[in-house]
């Protein structure tokens, strides 16, 4: 297949079969098939979620990402097989991070397998940071490996809570 003058675009209800099928081949093997067309096509209507694929006719690639008011949530990214290390990725991810930083997003949260060396290389090629593992996280059989992209610092961040001095028995510290 030959290398394809790539753009990206917003995905369409047209695409949702080419995505769940991609998600079916290239994300969830092994796990049954939880991002079948119905599903994809909640995603790209959903006005908080933001689907964009790269190539005209066909999908050569996909990715789908939640936004909230501080967090994104990578959900699903692929490449076609045969298309892969020629930059497409992160073409996909690129254009998402413009968005992502013109809404406002401090952080850019994605999960892949523990298993997933090449996703694991690409996503810290990009920038993104081990942020743990959690367990069971694809239907209790199988772990995942959670990345975080940090593109500002939050506005509120973590804080830990203390009660009120008034509130303290002599005994606390
Ligand atoms: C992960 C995935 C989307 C990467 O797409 P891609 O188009 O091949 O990635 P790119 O060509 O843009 O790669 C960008 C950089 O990432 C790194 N990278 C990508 N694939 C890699 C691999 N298999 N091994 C090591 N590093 C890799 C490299 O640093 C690469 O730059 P380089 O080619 O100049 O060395 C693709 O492998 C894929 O679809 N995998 C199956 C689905 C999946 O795992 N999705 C992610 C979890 S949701």
New binding site residues.
């Given amino acids: 297949m030959s290398t394809p003058a790539a753009q990206i675009r917003l995905a369409t209800i047209a695409d949702a079969n080419a995505i769940a099928r ?1 998600s079916r081949d ?2 969830e093997t092994g796990l049954g098939w939880s991002w079948r067309p119905p599903r994809v096509l909640v995603s790209l209507r959903d006005p908080n979620t933001l689907s964009n694929v790269i190539g005209d006719n066909r999908v050569q ?1 996909f990715c789908i990402t939640q936004f909230g008011d501080e967090i994104a949530h ?8 045969r ?11 690129s254009w998402m991070l413009v968005c992502a930083r013109t809404a406002g997003i401090a952080t850019v949260h ?4 523990t298993t ?4 694991r ?6 920038g993104f940071e081990d942020a743990g593992v959690v367990a069971g996280y694809y239907r209790g059989v199988e772990s995942a490996l959670r990345m975080v992209l940090s593109l500002r610092a939050r506005d509120y961040p973590e804080v830990i809570w203390e009660p009120p001095l008034a509130w303290r028995r002599p005994t606390d510290s």
């Fill in positions: 991609m290239t994300i690639g990578l959900s699903l990214l692929a490449v076609d097989a298309l892969r290390r020629r930059g497409l990725g992160r073409k996909l991810v994605v999960e892949m397998r997933n060396l090449a996703a290389a690409f996503y810290r090629s990009l």
